[in-house]
């Protein structure tokens, strides 16, 4: 195989594994959305009864880092994609 093709493959590979980064963090934001939202669930119904301030403040502070990971998530889920596309138009050129 010459040069050029095994570094065609060799950066293909790589654009597999940002893409594949890309499915896991999209998956991961997923999951803390729905964490945040079973968390939201909780608290509104700890509203309802006698719960102490103290345990329902534990909850929303942490729904809110659940929601502050999957804002965090999207951003490198987009900054991987921008990556992608990029690189993506380099190899078209470099490999024409």
């Not at 597999?16 to 959305?33: G, M, P």
């Not at 900054?79 to 992608?84: S, T």
Request: proline residues 2%.
């Amino acid at each position: 195989m010459d040069p050029k093709q095994q570094a065609l493959q060799f950066y293909q590979s790589l654009g597999a594994a940002d893409e594949l980064s890309r499915k896991l963090l999209t998956r991961a934001a997923q999951l803390q959305r729905g964490r945040a939202a079973a968390l939201k669930r909780r608290i509104d119904d700890l509203d309802k009864g006698v719960t102490p301030k103290e345990e329902i403040a534990k909850l929303e502070a942490e729904m809110e880092r659940r929601k502050t990971l999957a804002v965090n998530y999207d951003a490198l889920e987009s900054v991987i994609g921008k990556a992608i596309a990029m690189r993506a138009e380099l190899d078209e050129q470099k490999f024409k």
